[in-house]
């Protein structure tokens, strides 16, 4: 069966809510009480503050007390805006459950992100200050955390597919759907298209993806 992605639903203005998630109240509550922490000691803050570390734990990155608002808020929240605008430019109207669909999980996923992000860039800023914990553990805990939410919402996104239409999606990035004419499909899991590998001319299309950085390389070192 093919899926249906023109006929329209009875409503096919997007709705506000579902360009919203939970993610984005936990990464403005989190940005929040970062932004306290740092305006509450921020006079005692040293005048160098690390910032970046090699394998071994140890600090090679350092960045200014001056300089240190635009790493904990203007970076996390450039992310948010930037995926927020995906989410309002992506599909403005609904088309079909695919794009319902896709709306979510962007929505979701541009939450988890800049969540996970401003976790990451305020811990190891702070950690270290006001913590007796190796910065290592502190990454380590925090990536597992990361990628266990990005897990979580791509299975969630799984199951809000219909069941008539499951067999068609592999863990969210493989569609093989033979009825479907066309090679190139929309993604439900983010912005983008992917292959329909039910065609071979998908395999033919992998294959140049995959080919074509190492083809630019050669091009370039015989320039």
Not at 30 to 39: E, Q
Not at 198 to 213: G, N, R, T, V
């Amino acid at each position: 069966m093919i899926p249906n992605r023109n006929s329209p639903n009875k409503d096919p203005q997007v709705p506000l809510q579902a360009r919203w998630s939970i993610w984005d109240v936990g990464f403005i509550c989190t940005v929040a009480f970062v932004g306290l922490i740092y305006f509450q000691y921020s006079p005692i803050l040293p005048p160098q503050i690390a910032t970046h570390y090699n394998l071994r734990g140890v600090a090679d990155g350092w960045t200014s007390r001056q300089d240190l608002g635009w790493l904990l808020f203007g970076f996390p929240f450039l992310i948010w805006l930037i995926l927020l605008g995906v989410s309002f430019i992506q599909n403005p109207r609904l088309d079909s459950w695919q794009e319902v669909i896709k709306i979510k999980v962007i929505s979701k996923l541009r939450g988890a992100i800049s969540l996970g992000v401003t976790i990451i860039v305020s811990g190891v800023t702070f950690v270290p200050i006001f913590f007796n914990v190796s910065i290592s553990r502190f990454l380590t805990l925090a990536l597992f955390c990361f990628f266990l939410s990005i897990f979580s919402i791509l299975y969630q996104t799984q199951r809000m597919i219909p069941i008539e239409h499951r067999g068609h999606y592999h863990c969210l990035i493989i569609y093989h759907n033979p009825d479907d004419p066309l090679v190139w499909v929309s993604r439900i899991s983010g912005i983008g298209w992917t292959l329909n590998f039910a065609h071979k001319q998908a395999y033919i299309w992998l294959i140049f993806i995959l080919l074509a950085p190492f083809l630019m390389i050669f091009l370039f070192n015989r320039t």
